[in-house]
């Protein structure tokens, strides 16, 4: 059990998807405009990531390995995920519909997203079992979610305020991701200094 929670924080605090390794930027460009939809796009990622990261872990293990296809690794990763979100979204449906109708709208996102597929393929990268891939997708799901909603109050805040002309909109949301990324890897690298 201790594993499965020291993977669940290292994927969403240490190992983040957004500030380390760079990958789903462009929901963030999308959705952080306002806090609601990027609450909504981060529940849908807390659905999406764990079960796309379980079945991963599974086509992984049980058939491109012991068949050695791993050459196939990419392609068929990406079928999975397309169709493991899917196949979650059609579950959400069916089981909560006001669920659904709120996070209806974010889904094509989430399918083109390369988090889904990142989180996929560092999973089957450092060998998880199927605790810790489940581990590995909820604690992914959260730090993206964490990033997201504080980009979303930032972008608020920076909204109201005086930008010079040449850096609204998009420019200086680029330019605060950049400065939350370095002061993020300015903090992981505390560690190697003590």
């Known amino acids: 059990m201790d594993e499965q929670f020291l993977i669940l924080i290292s994927a969403g605090l240490v190992s983040n998807l957004i500030l380390d390794h760079m990958l789903g930027v462009d929901p963030i460009i999308a959705v952080s405009r306002k806090i609601d939809p990027a609450v909504e796009l981060a529940l849908l990622m807390l659905l999406v990531l764990p079960v796309t990261t379980l079945g ?6 049980l058939i491109l390995i012991p068949f050695d296809l791993a050459y196939l690794q990419i392609t068929a990763q990406v079928l999975l995920t397309s169709l493991l979100v899917l196949f979650t979204a059609w579950l959400t449906s069916r089981i909560r519909p006001g669920l659904y109708a709120r996070i209806e709208l974010y889904i094509p ?3 083109v997203n390369g ?6 393929l560092l999973n089957n990268r450092h060998n998880n079992g199927l605790l810790a891939s489940i581990s590995f997708g ?3 799901a959260i730090g993206f ?3 997201l909603l504080l980009i979303s109050a930032i972008r ?4 109201v305020a005086d930008v ?9 949301l680029l330019i605060t991701l950049g400065l939350m990324s370095m002061a ?3 903090f992981n690298g505390i560690g190697s200094f003590i």
């Open 156 to 159: 608020e805040r920076i909204a």
């Open 109 to 111: 996102l989430v399918l």
């Open 145 to 147: 979610g964490l990033v």
């Open 164 to 172: 010079p002309a040449p850096f609204r909109g998009t420019s200086i």
């Open 138 to 140: 909820i604690g992914s």
């Open 56 to 61: 991963s872990s599974l086509l992984n293990s």
């Open 184 to 186: 993020y890897m300015g």
């Open 115 to 120: 988090a889904v597929l990142g989180v996929a």
